[in-house]
């Protein structure tokens, strides 16, 4: 996958001295709040969510903690699955794990239950285009990857494999384990899965935070 233009590789202390804090931090917190949104429209509709959040409303439907809850949960679970990749969080990773769960029930809440099945429809395909939105707002904020996406690259850089097979791969084993715990997949789980990728790479062109490089990548750059 192209790394979009304005996107640069920084570590989690570089991540903070590359300016424009109050502003990065600003959409990080947006973007994870419209990602709450996302995934509950698509709840709320009931024609399937997406691949981890069938999986989070299957361990939901199991025990007795709430769809917010278990995102954390297994955000941190997921997060110790880096120690072996030797993957290093940022505050927008740190920030994920922990406000997404809570920004998703308080979407849960606030949000009605349609009935109509033309409003259920409209629910899911605005929940693509919000989570697309909000996927590229906070990775535009250049302040690290979400905990999911951090275990792809991590396993991508470990494994030698595209990117692209371990996506798809992580993506159908949690889907597997939420269908047999009863999760809710269905036709948006196929639209998602084919539509927020494309979505996403066409909201980065205009949502990516313009950086200086660090001096040493630049120094990088000259010499090579």
């Known amino acids: 996958m192209t790394r979009p233009a304005g996107l640069l590789n920084l570590g989690p202390m570089e991540q903070l001295r590359a300016g424009r804090l109050p502003e990065r931090v600003l959409r990080l917190l947006a973007g994870l709040w419209c990602y709450g949104l996302a995934a509950a429209l698509m709840i709320e509709g009931g024609l ?3 691949p981890w959040d069938v999986f989070h409303l299957g361990v939901s439907g199991r025990v007795p903690l709430s769809f917010g809850t278990v995102m954390v949960i297994t955000s941190v679970v997921v997060l110790l699955a880096w120690i072996p990749l030797r993957q290093m969080p940022g505050l927008g990773t740190v920030a994920n794990s922990l406000l997404l769960g809570p920004f998703a029930d308080i979407n849960l809440a606030l949000l009605p239950t ?3 099945l033309w409003l259920r429809t409209l629910f899911m395909l605005a929940g693509v285009v919000a989570c697309a939105f909000a996927t590229a707002l906070y990775i535009g904020a250049q302040l690290g990857p979400g905990p999911r996406d951090g275990l792809m ?8 494999w595209p990117l692209r097979r371990v996506r798809t791969l992580i993506e159908l084993g949690v889907l597997a384990v939420g269908v047999l715990l009863g999760g809710t997949v269905g036709v948006g789980t196929v639209v998602f899965a084919f539509g927020v990728g494309p979505l996403t790479q066409w909201f980065l062109r205009g949502l990516v935070v313009r950086l200086e490089p660090p001096a040493t990548d630049a120094a990088r750059g000259d010499a090579g």
């Open 153 to 160: 690259t991590g396993l991508t850089r470990r494994s030698g």
């Open 48 to 50: 399937g969510a997406a």
């Open 114 to 116: 349609p009935g109509d």
